[in-house]
Nanobody
């Protein structure tokens, strides 16, 4: 079992910044990737950013949704099994519930995908 604990959401004015954190724990043999998705009321869940774990080297390969790629930055601390999302120049259309996702391999070499509870980000206009 994998547990994901998110933090950092809140209410900000347009143009402001927030930093989200998500810590993974549980039965994790290998952390393959972590990412952030968001869902606004009446909208489909969409990719915000995902990063492939760099393992021992600490390197990571990041991918961003088109609407955020110039404003958001994802990073990962493999030792802490924690992913971060730095959100700058926030816009009202960024308002959504942000969900953390982790792709992991357990001790039986099985692949798993797990989700956090979600944290609300609200950007006022």
């Amino acid at each position: 079992q994998v547990q994901l604990v998110e933090s950092g959401g809140g209410l900000v004015q347009a143009g402001g910044s927030l930093r989200l954190s998500c810590a993974a724990s549980g039965s994790i043999f290998r952390l393959s990737a972590m990412g952030w998705y968001r869902q606004a009321p009446g909208k489909q869940r969409e990719l915000v950013a995902v990063i492939i774990s760099g393992g021992i080297t600490g390197e990571g390969s990041a991918k961003y949704g088109d609407s955020v790629k110039d404003r958001f930055t994802i990073s990962i601390n493999n030792a802490k099994k924690t992913v971060y999302l730095q959100m700058n120049s926030l816009k009202p259309e960024d308002t959504a519930v942000y969900y953390c996702n982790a792709e992991t391999v357990d001790y039986g070499r099985r692949s798993n995908s797990d989700w956090g509870q979600g944290t609300q980000v609200t950007v006022s206009s």
